[in-house]
């Protein structure tokens, strides 16, 4: 059963009131999303968006709209239930993947399971597969990839072994890719808590669903969309997507952003939000001992100001 992470913190920061209506941007199995629809009774509305369609098919309840598509197209989806003229007074995103995501969909995402190298979470938007990353780009490329969006310290050796691997034959599934990653690193990752793999999935698995830049493009659109005094929750899994969540909230949170070396203000930026969070929010050692998967998780808050 999968356990929604920092479910207590999300509750108690979207300020949750009767009758309010709610966006959940990464439905997945429901966990926030059920817990919002118990606080904000009887008539409340939570919009769950989710790329995968069986998290779609999978649940209904009267309060409930559910919408298969990226969230990047929060705007656009928002803006298709003009109709019912809903207001919007908190916005979540949980950036993280559920161990169904990750091990019982069949495309490749887990190390543990010998799967088909594919990794796209939408087929349609998504053209590039893990497989034809790993088979077509070159050594270089491969390095890049496995450094900037992974973290790898051993991103060059282990893209050496692969080019030379898939010399021999194509690496199609999982398992030929993890083996070819324990040939590039298995000697300095023996005393390391971490599967050798890990961060090269990762990495693959953000390139191919262009998951930074989906983050990008969601975050000022959901200000947008919030009411004066809404909250934005949102949940990380690794510092490249912190990253990007911390900056927008530093950024969004001030006048001026022009550098500092100038003289006066020129660039007109109005601040949009204020940060509740002044330090991250990470689970308790309750819950991470409960839940593992969740000890990396951090989540950060912004309110919109009202003008």
């Known amino acids: 059963m999968h356990t929604p992470v920092l479910l207590n913190e999300v509750i108690e920061n979207l ?41 779609i098919l999978e649940h209904q309840e009267k309060r409930l709209i559910l919408i298969n598509d990226n969230f990047a197209n929060l705007e656009k989806i928002i803006s298709e239930l003009s109709e019912q003229n809903l207001k919007f007074h908190g916005i979540l995103l949980d950036l993280g993947f559920s161990s169904t995501q990750l091990e019982e969909n069949g495309l490749g995402l887990s190390f543990q399971k010998d799967e088909f190298l594919d990794m796209r979470f939408n087929k349609i938007e998504a053209e590039v597969t893990a497989e034809k990353i790993i088979n077509k780009y070159s050594e270089k490329d491969l390095a890049n990839i496995f450094w900037k969006f992974g973290e790898e310290k051993y991103s060059r050796r282990i893209a050496r072994i692969i080019v030379q691997e898939r010399k021999k034959k194509q690496i199609k599934t999982t398992f030929d890719l993890v083996n070819a990653i324990k040939k590039a690193t298995l000697k300095n990752y023996k005393k390391n808590k971490i599967h050798p793999a890990t961060k090269v999935f990762q990495a693959l698995r953000i390139v191919v669903n262009n998951e930074l830049e989906n983050l990008k493009q969601v975050l000022p659109q959901a200000i947008k969309i919030l009411e004066p005094k809404a909250r934005l929750c949102v949940i990380s899994f690794h510092s490249l997507e912190d990253r990007i969540v911390k900056q927008f909230f530093k950024q969004e949170s001030k006048d001026c952003v022009c550098p500092a070396e100038f003289p006066k203000c020129i660039c007109q930026h109005q601040a949009v939000l204020k940060i509740i969070s002044k330090k991250v929010i990470t689970p308790s050692f309750e819950e991470i001992k409960n839940n593992p998967r969740s000890r990396s998780a951090k989540m950060r808050i912004g309110e919109k100001l009202a003008f």
């Open 15 to 55: 300020n949750i009131q009767s009758n309010q209506n709610f966006i959940d941007c990464t439905f997945g199995n429901a966990g926030h999303s059920m817990a919002i629809l118990e606080k904000n009774k009887p008539n409340g509305i939570v919009v769950g968006i989710d790329l995968d369609i069986k998290n």
